[in-house]
């Protein structure tokens, strides 16, 4: 089986500095970083370290991850990015995970054991709520069904005929994999501290967007 790491960035230059020299580059076949558009040094540090950056083709987070997913061409696709919340050390904890023939494993940051240092009572409020949501409406187990740190199968993403550009897109992609029935597995783990940068997300329009992504998979897709 063959993996590609997809590193997300959006002006990520102290965390680029600090996690990206633990990212071994035999953990993967393929290890790129998807760029939004930094400012701030990012993109020249991540060449600097050797890594190949691309610039992602649409705005939003999905939009990075679709470009990654097209621009890949391995039969896993890993999405991790350099800002505190994932430790490098979870990377070959998810390949290792996948190969037990599971199409999705990701990092739960609120299951039992976990260590959340990040999220504030709100955000974590709101993870649990929409975690709660998917496992009702669609069938999950999920206990972080938002965290974008895991692994799919290519064929698995591609069944999921992904489309969210914004920040619903994880949303999506747990939720299509439960409707398909995907076999999916979640791994206990630790949100640490972000490092530098800015946060990416507002908890009320990111609520709302989720809320409305929700309704319209439930309702539309089939």
Not at 44 to 58: A, P, R, S, T, Y
Not at 135 to 143: D, I, L, M, S
Not at 145 to 162: G, Q, T, V, Y
Request: charged share 25%; net charge neutral.
């Amino acid at each position: 089986m063959s993996v590609a790491i997809i590193i997300l960035t959006l002006n990520e230059i102290e965390g680029v500095r600090t996690l990206l020299p633990s990212i071994q580059k035999e953990w993967a076949d393929e290890i790129v970083v998807i760029d939004g558009g930094s400012r701030d040094g990012t993109i020249e540090e991540c060449k600097k370290m050797g890594f190949e950056v691309v610039i992602q083709k649409n705005k939003g987070h999905g939009g990075a991850i679709l470009t990654g997913v097209e621009y890949t061409k391995s039969d896993y696709i890993l999405i991790w990015s350099p800002d505190g919340n994932h430790e490098p050390e979870e990377i070959p904890k998810l390949i290792e995970k996948i190969k037990q023939g599971y199409d999705q494993v990701l990092i739960s940051r609120f299951g039992k054991g976990s260590i959340n240092e990040d999220a504030g009572y709100f955000a974590g409020f709101g993870n649990k709520m929409f975690a709660f949501l998917t496992n009702v409406f669609f069938g999950g187990k999920w206990t972080d069904s938002l965290n974008e740190s895991r692994i799919i199968s290519r064929k698995a993403m591609m069944d999921l005929r992904f489309d969210a550009l914004k920040m619903n897109s994880t949303q999506q992609m747990s939720i299509r994999g439960s409707k398909l029935n995907q076999k999916i597995c979640e791994i206990v783990g630790n949100e640490g501290e972000r490092i530098g940068g800015e946060r990416k997300m507002s908890p009320i329009p990111v609520g709302a967007l989720l809320s409305k992504s929700i309704i319209k998979e439930f309702i539309f897709w089939k």
